[in-house]
T-cell receptor
Framework: AQSVSQHNHHVILSEAASLELGCNYS??????LFWYVQYPGQHLQLLLK??????LVKGIKGFEAEFIKSKFSFNLRKPSVQWSDTAEYFC????????????FGGGTRVLVKP | DTAVSQTPKYLVTQMGNDKSIKCEQN?????MYWYKQDSKKFLKIMFS???????INETVPNRFSPKSPDKAHLNLHINSLELGDSAVYFC?????????????FGQGTRLTVV
């Protein structure tokens, strides 16, 4: 069965620091990849997605992610975080052969200290 | 306007009770989902409906019964609630199947069974 791993459960950093969150998935076929963010008390929102084309994807709020097929990875990055980036971040994968569902990683809680 | 809305936001109930969570989307989407987020933050799909038809049922106990009266609504009814049902339940919707688009999520319903 496919799985999605997020390496860090908790990340604490200061404003203006750079952020990188790891995401690896276990399936070798064609995949669509997503990063969702959940701000405190709010619903999950899409940050960015990759379906095909340029493996470097730019999303909202200055986030980007790079799909590295050989490493089965889709890491999320932001060069300079703000206090408002405090949230839970979820990587998700849709495997085309597995049908109409998203498989999520366990989430990474990011706390940005002002 | 909330795109995907769930009610209630919080639900505390005793073991053995029957309860329902409602979900409505005003995005004109034809696919809706229920996801369960456990205490470790893992999000896992439970059901997927497309145009009121069940597409995915991920080995969920039959105490859980989704009902889709129309394609804008997907309600979740749970019979004989157990302690292990305590979790956050997220409703989501997408235009067509998730292979080609993103899912929009509701704010979640935190169910606590005591």
């Amino acid at each position: 069965a496919q799985s999605v791993s997020q390496h860090n459960h908790h990340v604490i950093l200061s404003e203006a620091a750079s952020l990188e969150l790891g995401c690896n998935y276990s399936y070798g076929g064609t995949v669509n990849l997503f990063w969702y963010v959940q701000y405190p008390g709010q619903h999950l929102q899409l940050l960015l997605k990759y379906f095909s084309g340029d493996p470097l994807v730019k999303g909202i709020k200055g986030f980007e992610a790079e799909f590295i097929k050989s490493k089965f990875s889709f890491n999320l990055r932001k060069p300079s975080v703000q206090w408002s980036d405090t949230a839970e971040y979820f990587c998700a994968v849709n495997v085309k052969a597995a049908g109409n569902k998203l498989t999520f990683g366990g989430g990474t809680r990011v706390l940005v200290k002002p | 306007d909330t795109a995907v809305s769930q009610t209630p936001k919080y639900l505390v109930t005793q073991m053995g009770n029957d309860k329902s969570i409602k979900c409505e989307q005003n995005l004109g989407h034809d696919t809706m989902y229920w996801y369960k987020q456990d205490s470790k933050k893992f999000l896992k799909i439970m059901f997927s409906y497309n145009n009121k038809e069940l597409i995915i049922n991920e080995t969920v106990p039959n105490r859980f019964s989704p009902k889709s009266p129309d394609k804008a609504h997907l309600n979740l009814h749970i019979n004989s609630l157990e302690l292990g049902d305590s979790a956050v339940y997220f409703c989501a919707s997408s235009k067509g199947d998730i292979l080609n688009t993103e899912a929009f999520f509701g704010q979640g319903t935190r169910l606590t069974v005591v």
